[in-house]
C-alpha cells in the first residue's frame, strides 16, 4: 500500500489549542438543536434523487420526530427543488413552531431565487456556504484568502439586504471544509460576519463548521470546535453548529466530542445517508443520548415505520447490523449471550415488581441490551435467535417466551444438544416453532409414539400418605416378539398395578410389577400460563441402567401431564435399547 503518499492531519492544518483544553472533562447533559439535511444534502447523494412525493414524506415524517429546524433543499440548483420550498410555503404544511433551512452558494443570482423560494414562509434560515479551505482555494475557487473573503462578505450583504424588514428569516454561514482551513482564517470570515449581519441574541446567527472531508480522529475536530467557541465574538448571539461526514467512519465520535467543545446545533441525516461514507447519523446521536439518561427531544418511538419511510424515500436499504434499528442489532445466537440476556430479563421483571412499576418505566439494565426495544416500538421476538452457535440459554428463552415452558436446567442442557445436532445438519436458523416441534417430538410425543403405553389408567389416595395406581399397560415390543406372523393382532394388554407415597411413585412399582423398572430422579411441572383453563406441563428424568432420559407431559390436569412425562421418558429409554 502506497502510504507514503498521504500526510497526516497534523501536516495539513494547524490545531491550536491555546490555554489548554476543556472539552475532555465535559459532558452532555441536554439535546443540541437537531437539523435534518436528508432533504437537501442526502438528496444530492441519491442515485435517484427523491420526487416530490418522497420529499414530502420524508418532511412529514421528520416533523412527526420533532424537529424544529429542517433543511428542506437548494432552491436554486434544481427546478424540483425550488417547486418543492414554494409548495412548502404555500400549502401550510409547516408547523409554527418548524423552521425551515435553505441551501445556497456565495453568487448573488442564486441568493435571489432562494429568497424568492421563501416568500410568505414566516421562518427561514438561509444557509451561505463557500469552500475556505487551501487547497480549494487553490484548486476550485481560485481566489487568495482576501478575495475569498469579500466574495463571501458582497454576497452575505446582498443577502442582509434580501431580508431587511423579514425579522423570521436569519442566516447560517458554512465555510465548507472548515477542518481543512487556517483556524485564523475561518475565525476571521466568521467574526466578519456576525458583525456584517449584526447578530443578537434575539436574531443570532448561525455558524455552521463541516468536517466535509473527514482527515483525522476525532479529538482533532473537538480542538477545532473549541478553539471556536472559545474565541468567536458576540458569543451569545452565535449558534455553533457542526456538520460532520463520515469517512473515516467516526462521524458519530466527531459530533459528540464536538457537542463537548460548545457546539449547540447538530447538522446530518437520519440513517446517515450522504456523499461518500454519509453524513453523520442523527437517529444514532440522538438514541446515544437516550441511553445516557438524557432526553432526546426526538421521537423514536416506531423506529421500524421511521426507517420504512427512509428506505421508501432514498431508496437504499438500512444494513441489519446499522445501530439501534437495524434488523439484527436487538438479536442473539451466541449461547452466552443469550442466556446473560434471559437472566437480565428475569432481573429486570423482578426489579420493576420490587419498585411497584411496569416493566416498560423501571430503571433499565439488561446485559448485552444498551437500550430497550420497547423503547423503539419493539418486540421481544427477535431479541434471542437460535442458530448452531447458541446455547441451552436462548433456547430456554425462547420456549418460555413463545410456549411457557420452564425447561429444568438439565432439561435445557439435554434438549440443547438435539437442537445443535439439527441446526449443524440444516445450517440454517432454527427458529421457535422448529424448536417447539423439536421438544414436541423428542419429549412430549413418545409418551404416545413408543413401544408402552397405557390406558384406562385411574391414580387415587387410598389413605394420607398412600396413592394406588392401576392401569392397562400395552407393549407393542412383547406383542410382536409373541407374534411375529401376525404384528396386526389385537393388543389387550396387561392389567398393572402398584402403590406408593405419591401418583408416580405408584405408577413406577406399576410399571416395575411388568418388568420395567422406573427409578425417578427428578420432577417439575408447572402451568404454561395464567388462569385455571391453562395446560401443565410435567417434566420427569428416569434413569434406567447407567443412562438418564428425560420426558414431558402437557394436559390440563397436572396429573395427567406427570404420568404422560413418565411414560415419554420410559419410552425414549425403551427405544434406545432397542
Not at 452466552?336 to 426489579?351: L, N, P, S, V
Request: charged share 25%; hydrophobic share 40%; aromatic share 8%.
Amino acid at each position: 500500500m502506497p502510504y507514503h503518499r498521504y500526510r497526516p492531519a497534523r501536516e495539513r492544518v494547524e490545531v491550536r489549542t491555546t490555554g489548554g483544553r476543556y472539552w475532555p472533562s465535559q459532558r452532555i447533559e441536554h439535546a443540541p438543536l437537531w437539523v435534518p439535511v436528508d432533504l437537501r444534502d442526502g438528496n444530492q447523494a441519491l442515485a435517484e434523487p427523491m420526487d416530490p412525493a418522497r420529499k414530502r414524506r420524508m418532511f412529514d415524517v421528520q416533523v412527526a420526530m420533532g424537529f424544529k429546524e429542517i433543511e428542506v433543499g437548494y432552491p436554486s440548483a434544481s427546478r424540483a427543488d425550488f417547486d418543492f420550498v414554494r409548495r412548502l410555503a404555500t400549502s401550510g404544511a409547516v408547523p409554527d413552531d418548524v423552521t425551515v433551512v435553505v441551501f445556497t452558494a456565495a453568487r448573488a443570482d442564486l441568493i435571489e431565487r432562494t429568497f424568492a423560494s421563501i416568500a410568505g414562509l414566516p421562518r427561514a434560515v438561509v444557509h451561505l456556504y463557500t469552500a475556505t479551505a487551501p487547497v480549494w482555494r487553490e484548486v476550485v475557487i481560485g481566489r487568495e484568502r482576501a478575495e475569498l473573503r469579500a466574495l463571501i462578505e458582497e454576497s452575505a450583504t446582498l443577502m442582509a439586504r434580501l431580508g431587511d424588514g423579514r425579522p423570521g428569516v436569519r442566516f447560517q454561514f458554512s465555510p465548507e471544509v472548515f477542518n481543512l482551513t487556517e483556524p485564523d482564517y475561518v475565525l476571521e470570515v466568521c467574526n466578519g460576519l456576525t458583525a456584517l449581519w449584526d447578530a443578537a441574541p434575539d436574531r443570532p446567527v448561525i455558524h455552521n463548521l463541516p468536517a466535509t472531508v473527514e482527515i483525522a480522529t476525532p479529538n482533532i475536530y473537538a480542538d477545532q470546535i473549541e478553539y471556536m467557541h472559545r474565541h468567536l465574538d458576540r458569543r451569545d448571539a452565535v449558534i455553533l453548529s457542526v456538520h460532520p461526514h463520515n469517512d473515516r467512519g467516526t462521524g458519530v465520535a466527531c459530533a459528540e466530542l464536538a457537542l463537548l467543545a460548545g457546539a449547540q446545533r447538530v447538522e446530518g441525516c437520519l440513517f446517515g445517508n450522504g456523499e461518500r461514507t454519509g453524513n453523520v447519523d442523527l437517529v444514532t446521536l440522538a438514541l446515544n443520548l437516550h441511553t445516557q439518561g438524557v432526553d432526546p427531544m426526538l421521537d423514536f418511538s416506531d423506529i421500524d415505520a421511521i426507517r420504512a419511510t427512509v428506505e421508501y424515500c432514498n431508496r437504499l436499504p438500512v444494513p441489519g447490523r446499522h445501530p439501534y434499528v437495524g434488523d439484527l442489532v436487538h438479536t442473539a445466537f451466541s449461547g452466552t449471550h443469550q442466556d446473560a440476556i434471559k437472566k437480565g430479563f428475569e432481573h429486570h421483571a423482578r426489579r420493576a415488581a420490587e419498585l411497584g412499576l411496569p416493566p416498560a418505566q423501571a430503571p433499565w439494565d439488561v446485559p448485552y441490551l444498551p437500550i430497550d426495544p420497547a423503547d423503539l416500538g419493539r418486540d421481544y421476538e427477535a431479541v434471542i435467535r437460535v442458530n448452531s452457535q447458541s446455547g441451552k440459554g436462548g433456547i430456554a428463552y425462547l420456549l418460555k417466551d413463545r410456549y411457557g415452558l420452564d425447561l429444568p436446567p438439565a432439561l435445557r442442557a439435554d434438549f440443547s444438544r438435539i437442537v445443535q445436532a439439527a441446526a449443524d445438519d440444516s445450517g440454517e436458523e432454527v427458529t421457535a416453532k422448529a424448536l417447539w416441534d423439536l421438544f414436541q417430538s423428542a419429549y412430549l410425543m413418545p409418551a404416545d409414539r413408543g413401544p408402552l403405553t397405557l390406558t384406562g389408567w385411574h391414580a387415587a389416595e387410598v389413605a394420607p400418605g398412600r396413592h394406588e395406581f392401576t392401569g392397562t399397560l400395552h407393549d407393542a415390543t412383547a406383542e410382536d416378539a409373541a407374534d411375529p406372523a401376525n404384528q396386526a393382532a389385537p393388543d389387550r394388554g396387561r392389567t398393572v398395578t402398584g402403590a406408593g407415597n405419591g401418583p408416580l411413585s405408584a405408577l413406577a412399582d406399576a410399571l416395575a410389577t411388568a418388568g420395567v423398572p422406573v427409578h425417578i430422579e427428578h420432577y417439575a411441572e408447572h402451568a404454561t400460563g395464567p388462569g385455571p383453563d391453562s395446560a401443565a406441563v410435567a417434566y420427569v428424568r428416569i434413569r434406567s441402567g447407567e443412562d438418564t432420559w428425560w420426558g414431558a407431559g402437557q394436559d390440563t390436569s397436572v396429573l395427567t401431564a406427570s404420568v404422560r412425562s413418565v411414560l415419554a421418558a420410559v419410552n425414549r429409554a425403551r427405544g434406545k435399547a432397542s
